[in-house]
């Protein structure tokens, strides 16, 4: 039989297999160490075979996720070169990230279209975990999703409240295992609507050198919105620091976001500095 893997404890993993739960440990042949939450599995009374991956995070441990859901806020001050990685990081993985912009009862307009004009490559949403306006959240559930940002932001609260509304859901799947109280390094998959979420938020921060093996060169290939202007650049190997760069006019004629350039050149910098140790 074939499964999904919801939840690991030590060299035990509870998989979901058409609506039902099972625990099952690993066989002979596959080994505990090589089996994650994510992990798509096949069955018989134990695990027997693990099917190939599309990525695996680092922390928290999770494997074939499909969505990001990467939040940020007016307060605490959001930290864009954070944000900035972490959606380069989703490129580098395969994985759709989406910007849920929580505390909108407290955003202001010009943060809300800031936002909307640096970031207008990618799909935003806007919610409150506080008003428990969360739709547009649960209409984004989708395969696997995580919740990345920093600190404070309220991936927490996020996640909670759509436990909250989906406590009104008798006899959903996700009723039937409590909710335990888990040490942070503990993931577990719940399901909501036609996907799962990780119940513990990831990336507060993030060295992208440490979690991938990124090069300066590759770097502007992960910037969706640099796209148009590197077709231009007169060097293929440009890193869009000066010269003759396509990147550069379109940051000067106002269709790059100035300060999604003024931050890759920072994050460039980090890589140079990492990768000539
Ligand atoms: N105004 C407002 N505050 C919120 C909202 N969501 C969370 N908070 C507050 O933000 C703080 C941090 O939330 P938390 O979920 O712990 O953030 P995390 O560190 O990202 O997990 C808490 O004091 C929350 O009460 C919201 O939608 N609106
Ligand atoms: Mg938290
Ligand atoms: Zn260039």
Known sequence: ?????????????????????????????TRASGIFVGDFVEFDDCITNVYERKNLLIRPPIANLNKMFVVISQIPKPDFILLDKILIYCHLNDIQPIIVVNKSDIASEDFINSLKADYSFYKIIFVSALKGDISFLE??????????????VGKSSLINALFKSEQADVGHLSKKIERGKQTTRIVSLYKINDGYIADTAGFSMLDLSMVSNINERELSSYYPDFLKGRAYCKYRSCLHEGGDCGVIKLVNSGEISKRRYSNYLKILQELKNKNNY
């Open 139 to 152: 209409k984004e559930i989708n395969g696997i999703c995580a919740f990345a940002g920093q600190s404070a």
């Open 1 to 29: 039989m074939k499964g999904l893997v919801i939840k690991k404890n030590a060299n035990l993993f509870t998989v979901e297999s058409n609506g039902t739960l099972v625990n099952l440990a690993p066989s002979g042949k």
